[in-house]
């Protein structure tokens, strides 16, 4: 009997040591592998149904048990769940040992039915409220002795869960940042730095083999850049949402500012050079309708997964019940205001609190399936721009300008990226985009040498490159409104006389006339008969720097679209950018239509994104003759080297290139 006992012990020692090797997480350059191989995470932010997340304290099983099987059933292979910080650790000194063990139960629930568990333990912010233990002050990020409370809380939790098979990852906290941002916690950046250090230290103390990431809300601002991140970092994770970082008071919900935002931030923390997962993004019912929610999310997951990201998790699984009240802690602290929620909280989830799907869980579902379908060993066809962000500012300070600089590139159909003005120009570079600010010393000689040896480089305002084009950005005036501008050059896209409207609040810098370069536009507030007499100022310029083609504007384009709300219809401000990149083997000639071109060993693949909710008839152009297939419905669309396709409010169109 006893020789059985130890047979059957070695087999589940055997079985434990296989599951664990069996989800092992390490890093490539764009995704998280499991055993060696890429995925893609398809999840959610895990909020119970029941009890909210105070239910470690109201713990509730069967409730768990049931969202993760709805959760399953829907293709989610990952949850991020964020077990209240106060519960967790009460005093400097203690662990609550029943919630840890209650934590772990809860990450065994969700690994029983294929969802790997991402725990982020310092929860002290979350919905709107802050839930820190009593003990910790405003100097938590600051204070050596909160410090040391809370390293010895991460490593000894960790410790704790680091023989359960199911965790995927350990996130530091929900939005730490906004501790700071929100609450007027203390710390300058250097400090955050070091706290950073700490707390990831602790983490591989208490399991040394989970991946750790740090999950900054809804943008990097200057306590918290994505370089000090991404020291105390395995893997970037983004948040993004239109209306937290206001973009949504620039366009609509469906606009291009807005919906380009997951892709903007997940190009900025790219920069880090790491996997960046989508962490958090979502809409609210509060919003928009359940069904707008639903073309939202697919819009978003795959104009994330298109461009790179290392997975999408949506915020977040479960609505809130209204009739839910957050609980005061032991020491009668009321957590929020009367316990209740702003108005959005309530309606974010996949389902509703009787775990009913929503539309926007059938469309996830739809979403994890076609993915998982195509795979990911794709190569990018497109050219790529890189846009240079100033080298000490935050993206938080910079989104707005950013924002449009990036639209104006995506709208001429090219894989946009960001490149910190003190780096080195990549050798992918088709061109650089500087919109609107003087580059320092150094970085001006390493985009200088890019143009030296052949690059091709654009910036506004600001004229870093090109002595012969001589202007003074403290001299500038403002255009009248509305503005055309004037082509002075024929291009292969744009006629020579062309008109095209800018929607921006223009101003435009004083310049010391010189004929050693070429005017490509011309500003023509009088030109009505389309002229080429000498009415209108050249407005934009391109100029030989050694082997390489300076292009500059007089124009503070991409700033003075910030005041500008949902000009896109009356702008054509992109005709600008279009002077920049090369000729494509297959280009669209929608500005509203994001365009991937990828190819892998077997297939070649064209992936249409619909950025408006309005119906968008688009142009497919091909240098060579080509055949389209939809590979959703699998229509054959015939060959040529021209197709028209029609797409729906916030469609996405997948087409096989034969």
Same mark, same amino acid.
């Given at each position: 009997?006893?020789?059985?006992?130890?047979?059957? &012990?070695?087999?589940?020692?055997?079985?434990?040591?296989?599951?664990?090797?069996?989800?092992?997480?390490?890093?490539?350059?764009?995704?998280?592998?499991?055993? !060696?191989?890429?995925?893609?995470?398809? /999840?959610?932010?895990?909020?119970?149904?029941?009890?909210?997340?105070?239910?470690?304290?109201?713990?509730?099983?069967?409730?768990?048990?049931?969202?993760?099987?709805?959760?399953?059933?829907?293709?989610?292979?990952?949850?991020?769940?964020?077990?209240?910080?106060?519960?967790?650790?009460?005093?400097?000194?203690?662990?609550?040992?029943?919630?840890?063990?209650?934590?772990?139960?809860?990450?065994?629930?969700?690994?029983?039915?294929?969802?790997?568990?991402?725990?982020?333990?310092?929860?002290?912010?979350?919905?709107?409220?802050?839930?820190?233990?009593?003990?910790?002050?405003?100097?938590?990020?600051?204070?050596?002795?909160?410090?040391?409370?809370?390293?010895?809380?991460?490593?000894?939790?960790?410790?704790?869960?680091?023989?359960?098979?199911?965790?995927?990852?350990?996130?530091? !906290?929900?939005?730490?940042?906004?501790?700071?941002?929100? !609450?007027?916690?203390?710390?300058?950046?250097?400090?955050?730095?070091?706290?950073?250090?700490?707390?990831?230290?602790?983490?591989?103390?208490?399991?040394?083999?989970?991946?750790?990431?740090?999950?900054?809300?809804?943008?990097?601002?200057?306590?918290?850049?994505?370089?000090?991140?991404?020291?105390?970092?395995?893997?970037?994770?983004?948040?993004?949402?239109?209306?937290?970082?206001?973009?949504?008071?620039?366009?609509?919900?469906?606009?291009?500012?807005?919906?380009?935002?997951?892709?903007?931030?997940?190009?900025?923390?790219?920069?880090?050079?790491?996997?960046?997962?989508?962490?958090?993004?979502?809409?609210?019912?509060?919003?928009?309708?359940?069904?707008?929610?639903?073309?939202?999310?697919?819009?978003?997951?795959?104009?994330?997964?298109?461009?790179?990201?290392?997975?999408?998790?949506?915020?977040?699984?479960?609505?809130?019940?209204?009739?839910?009240?957050?609980?005061?802690?032991?020491?009668?602290?009321?957590?929020?205001?009367?316990?209740?929620?702003?108005?959005?909280?309530?309606?974010?989830?996949?389902?509703?609190?009787?775990?009913?799907?929503?539309?926007?869980?059938?469309?996830?579902?739809?979403?994890?399936?076609?993915?998982?379908?195509?795979?990911?060993?794709?190569?990018?066809?497109?050219?790529?721009?890189?846009?240079?962000?100033?080298?000490?500012?935050?993206?938080?300070?910079?989104?707005?300008?950013?924002?449009?600089?990036?639209?104006?590139?995506?709208?001429?159909?090219?894989?946009?990226?960001? &490149?910190?003005?003190?780096?080195?120009?990549?050798?992918?570079?088709?061109?650089?985009?500087?919109?609107?600010?003087?580059?320092?010393?150094?970085?001006?000689?390493?985009?200088?040498?890019?143009?030296?040896?052949?690059?091709?480089?654009?910036?506004?305002?600001?004229?870093?490159?090109?002595?012969?084009?001589?202007?003074?950005?403290?001299?500038?005036?403002?255009?009248?409104?509305?503005?055309?501008?004037?082509?002075?050059?024929?291009?292969?896209?744009?006629?020579?006389?062309?008109?095209?409207?800018?929607?921006?609040?223009?101003?435009?810098?004083?310049?010391?006339?010189?004929?050693?370069?070429?005017?490509?536009?011309?500003?023509?507030?009088?030109?009505?008969?389309?002229?080429?007499?000498?009415?209108?100022? /050249?407005?934009?310029?391109?100029?030989?720097?050694?082997?390489?083609?300076?292009?500059?504007?007089?124009?503070?384009?991409?700033?003075?679209?910030?005041?500008?709300?949902?000009?896109?219809?009356?702008?054509?401000?992109?005709?600008?950018?279009?002077?920049?990149?090369?000729?494509?083997?297959?280009?669209?000639?929608?500005?509203?239509?994001?365009?991937?071109?990828?190819?892998?060993?077997?297939?070649?693949?064209?992936?249409?994104?619909?950025?408006?909710?309005?119906?968008?008839?688009?142009?497919?152009?091909?240098?060579?003759?080509?055949?389209?297939?939809?590979?959703?419905?699998?229509?054959?669309?015939?060959?040529?080297?021209?197709?028209?396709?029609?797409?729906?409010?916030?469609?996405?169109?997948?087409?096989?290139?034969?």
């Amino acid at each position: 009997m006893r020789n059985k006992f130890i047979i059957l &012990l070695l087999v589940l020692v055997g079985l434990n040591t296989a599951l664990k090797a069996q989800t092992t997480q390490a890093i490539d350059k764009k995704y998280i592998t499991v055993n !060696g191989k890429p995925t893609f995470i398809n /999840g959610a932010n895990y909020s119970p149904s029941t009890g909210w997340f105070q239910i470690l304290d109201n713990w509730n099983a069967k409730a768990i048990e049931q969202d993760m099987d709805s959760l399953s059933s829907i293709g989610v292979d990952f949850i991020r769940f964020m077990p209240l910080w106060y519960l967790m650790q009460p005093e400097k000194n203690k662990i609550d040992q029943q919630k840890v063990d209650r934590l772990n139960e809860l990450i065994t629930i969700a690994g029983k039915r294929n969802i790997q568990v991402q725990p982020t333990l310092i929860t002290g912010w979350l919905c709107g409220g802050i839930f820190n233990p009593y003990w910790v002050t405003k100097e938590m990020f600051t204070d050596p002795e909160q410090i040391k409370a809370e390293t010895w809380y991460i490593e000894n939790v960790a410790k704790s869960l680091k023989n359960n098979p199911y965790i995927h990852s350990y996130d530091f !906290g929900n939005e730490i940042n906004a501790l700071k941002a929100v !609450g007027g916690f203390t710390g300058n950046p250097a400090q955050t730095k070091t706290w950073m250090a700490e707390i990831y230290k602790a983490f591989k103390k208490g399991d040394p083999e989970r991946l750790v990431t740090n999950g900054i809300g809804t943008g990097f601002d200057n306590d918290f850049p994505i370089e000090n991140i991404s020291l105390a970092s395995d893997y970037m994770s983004a948040h993004s949402y239109s209306y937290f970082h206001a973009t949504i008071a620039d366009d609509p919900w469906f606009g291009l500012r807005t919906t380009y935002s997951a892709n903007l931030m997940i190009a900025w923390a790219k920069m880090a050079g790491k996997p960046v997962l989508m962490q958090e993004t979502g809409v609210s019912g509060d919003w928009m309708s359940q069904q707008k929610r639903a073309n939202y999310l697919e819009l978003s997951y795959f104009s994330c997964w298109a461009d790179g990201a290392a997975g999408f998790v949506w915020w977040c699984s479960h609505d809130i019940d209204t009739a839910f009240h957050v609980k005061p802690d032991v020491k009668g602290r009321q957590m929020k205001g009367g316990g209740t929620f702003d108005a959005l909280e309530y309606q974010m989830g996949l389902f509703d609190v009787n775990n009913k799907k929503h539309p926007v869980a059938e469309r996830f579902k739809e979403c994890i399936d076609i993915s998982k379908t195509l795979g990911l060993d794709w190569t990018d066809q497109l050219p790529v721009c890189y846009i240079v962000a100033p080298e000490t500012v935050s993206l938080n300070d910079y989104i707005r300008k950013a924002i449009n600089a990036y639209v104006l590139a995506k709208q001429n159909h090219v894989d946009v990226r960001f &490149l910190r003005e003190n780096s080195d120009v990549p050798t992918d570079a088709s061109f650089v985009i500087v919109p609107g600010f003087a580059l320092k010393n150094e970085a001006k000689q390493k985009i200088k040498k890019y143009l030296d040896t052949g690059g091709t480089v654009y910036q506004s305002f600001y004229n870093d490159f090109a002595p012969n084009i001589s202007v003074n950005p403290e001299l500038n005036f403002r255009l009248d409104e509305p503005t055309e501008l004037l082509v002075n050059k024929h291009t292969e896209n744009l006629n020579l006389l062309e008109k095209f409207p800018v929607a921006g609040h223009l101003n435009m810098t004083q310049l010391y006339y010189s004929q050693r370069f070429e005017t490509l536009l011309k500003n023509c507030p009088d030109c009505a008969n389309h002229s080429l007499n000498e009415k209108g100022e /050249g407005v934009f310029f391109k100029t030989k720097v050694e082997k390489g083609n300076f292009y500059y504007t007089r124009l503070n384009l991409e700033e003075s679209l910030c005041d500008t709300y949902n000009p896109w219809e009356n702008d054509e401000s992109y005709k600008i950018y279009s002077y920049l990149k090369p000729e494509q083997n297959i280009d669209i000639d929608s500005k509203y239509v994001e365009l991937y071109h990828k190819k892998n060993d077997k297939s070649e693949m064209i992936i249409l994104l619909n950025h408006t909710d309005k119906i968008q008839e688009t142009n497919i152009i091909s240098k060579n003759v080509i055949r389209l297939k939809n590979i959703k419905n699998k229509v054959d669309m015939g060959k040529g080297m021209e197709f028209s396709v029609k797409l729906k409010p916030a469609e996405v169109m997948f087409l096989d290139v034969e």
